[in-house]
């Protein structure tokens, strides 16, 4: 099934050589990281909406079903504390706030976009 | 600051028409339970040391810090049950358990270099 290697010893101990722990594991922690930030309830939604372009507060919240006034504000303040996020003033009547991803978080658009064609792919 | 157009009634309801929520809204769905079960903790990093190959629960473990025998254990579980993941029981002496990625954890690949990778650029 797997290419017709003999099992046993000596096959097991090259596998074991074959795989480089120290090398994989250092790249974990700002992976890991990484994870924890874009994985977090609602926040990979209002990435994805926010692609798009700006938004104003009450069009995330249409966009995103099922996240409370409570949560987008606190999930905004997160993604403005790290970065990702900008959030402007406008002018004009009524006055209005706006939210841009920055550079930092438009570089997140390859993860959303692959992340989203797996789930087209493999949760419809 | 934003290229010059006029700002006013006419740009913002432009801008609003440029907006198509209804198509925005449609693919949440799928995205949303996508990042849900990739972005739930740990699992981004139990994927992203399984993309090298299939792995034993103790080098699983050993790759991925702070996660106790527990928590791997409930998280394989979960990905086992989403057809992300398959256990093989291993014959030989001392007899073991390995996990693989299926075809449906692979084609999470993108995701998981592009997040990888962005972690690298701007996280570090």
């Known amino acids: ?15 074991h050589e074959e ?20 994985g977090k309830r609602w926040t990979g939604a209002i990435l994805l909406v ?36 900008e959030r402007r003033v406008l002018d004009g009547v009524p006055v209005g706030v706006e939210y841009e991803l920055t550079d930092k978080g438009r570089a997140l658009e390859p993860t959303v976009r692959a992340l989203k064609a797996w789930a087209q792919q493999w949760l419809a």
């Open 1 to 15: 099934m797997a290419g017709g290697a003999p099992a046993g010893t000596v096959s097991e101990s090259m596998r």
């Open 19 to 38: 795989r480089p722990s120290s090398c994989r594991q250092e790249c974990c922690g700002l992976y890991h990281r990484a994870v924890e930030l874009v």
């Open 50 to 85: 926010l692609l798009e372009g700006p938004l104003r507060f009450s069009e995330v919240r249409q966009l995103v079903p099922d996240l409370s006034d409570r949560l987008l504000s606190e999930r905004m303040k997160e993604l403005e504390a790290e970065g990702i996020v």
